[in-house]
T-cell receptor, first 113, second 114 residues
Framework: DGGITQSPKYLFRKEGQNVTLSCEQNLNHDAMYWYRQDPGQGLRLIYYSQIVNDFQKGDIAEGYSVSREKKESFPLTVTSAQKNPTAFYLC????????????FGPGTRLTVL | AQSVTQLDSQVPVFEEAPVELRCNYS??????LFWYVQYPNQGLQLLLKYLSGSTLVKGINGFEAEFNKSQTSFHLRKPSVHISDTAEYFC????????????FGKGTRLSVIA
């Protein structure tokens, strides 16, 4: 089955700890994205990558970091510098960018205690 | 930069009634437009998209949307809703001439009442 997987579905961390969210796709897509979703705020773009070893900041990149060492993988690290990290995080991928449908993973709900 | 406004944050509707979810985008020479649906605690799924051609676009689950360039709108409609349509719906826009990802609206929560 082709698709995007995110793990884990629920994640709990103590304040001040870095945490890495996993995102893997087997769709052979070039582009991958990370979004943060908060109630009433829709989806806000954190980082995106159009090709391996390259990525760009989105609208709310502060306190987050990413890497794109492999085409299939685009992990997101939520650092201790992120002031309000508790949220629902969604990963997506697309074949190209503008015209292409984004396919979403099931999401990871991060709660920082 | 493109932007999207979803005029209603919540829309309650009775089962089997029609529904329209409104979406307006900022003006541009040309745009690509999308509607996504999100069921609780899940990712988003594409309902339909407009790239070019016919302004009436049909999608999955009986939904359709109409691109109206003069009103910069892309409203989503369904003639008869089911309980299973209860979800959050997102409109998104992209600029074909640019090189930036989709811009999403803040979402409309559709609640279908039995």
């Amino acid at each position: 089955d082709g698709g995007i997987t995110q793990s884990p579905k629920y994640l709990f961390r103590k304040e001040g700890q870095n945490v890495t969210l996993s995102c893997e796709q087997n769709l052979n897509h070039d582009a991958m994205y990370w979004y943060r979703q908060d109630p009433g705020q829709g989806l806000r773009l954190i980082y995106y990558s159009q090709i391996v070893n390259d990525f760009q900041k989105g609208d709310i990149a502060e306190g987050y970091s990413v890497s794109r060492e492999k085409k299939e993988s685009f992990p997101l690290t939520v650092t201790s510098a992120q002031k309000n990290p508790t949220a629902f995080y969604l990963c997506a991928s697309s074949l190209g960018q503008n015209t292409d449908t984004q396919y979403f993973g099931p999401g990871t709900r991060l709660t920082v205690l | 930069a493109q932007s999207v406004t979803q005029l209603d944050s919540q829309v309650p509707v009775f089962e089997e009634a029609p529904v329209e979810l409104r979406c307006n985008y900022s003006s541009s020479v040309s745009v690509y437009l999308f509607w996504y649906v999100q069921y609780p605690n899940q990712g988003l799924q594409l309902l339909l998209k407009y790239l070019s051609g016919s302004t009436l676009v049909k999608g999955i689950n009986g939904f359709e949307a109409e691109f109206n360039k003069s009103q910069t709108s892309f409203h989503l409609r369904k003639p008869s809703v089911h309980i299973s349509d209860t979800a959050e719906y997102f409109c998104a826009v992209s600029d074909p001439a640019g090189n930036t990802p989709l811009v999403f609206g803040k979402g409309t929560r559709l609640s279908v009442i039995a």
